[in-house]
């Protein structure tokens, strides 16, 4: 007899979301960041792997920078 695990019962949509899921998700539904990405495109600076530093995709800093005013967060606790 196989034993059911806890993924995959069908129960899934019935549990509480996190409160960091749920603020994400409601964030992604109040800004189009399709568009504020295309207009901040044109004014990043191309860097390479040659500046030493890893590079941060476009469509993360945005939502970075948001939540650092939203929460009152310093450059490094968001890292």
């Given at each position: 007899?196989?034993q059911?695990?806890s993924?995959g019962?069908?129960?899934?949509?019935?549990?509480?979301?996190?409160?960091r899921?749920?603020?994400?998700l409601?964030?992604?539904?109040?800004?189009?960041?399709?568009k504020?990405?295309?207009?901040?495109?044109?004014?990043?600076?191309k860097?390479?792997p040659?500046?030493?530093?890893?590079?941060?995709?476009l469509?993360?800093?945005?939502?970075?920078?948001c939540m650092q005013?939203?929460?009152?967060?310093?450059?490094?606790?968001?890292e």
């Amino acid at each position: 007899m196989k034993q059911l695990g806890s993924g995959g019962t069908g129960f899934e949509k019935y549990g509480n979301r996190p409160r960091r899921t749920q603020f994400l998700l409601e964030m992604d539904r109040l800004m189009s960041w399709a568009k504020l990405c295309a207009m901040l495109n044109p004014h990043c600076a191309k860097t390479g792997p040659v500046s030493g530093s890893r590079t941060v995709p476009l469509e993360r800093m945005p939502r970075v920078y948001c939540m650092q005013h939203w929460f009152c967060v310093s450059d490094p606790a968001v890292e």
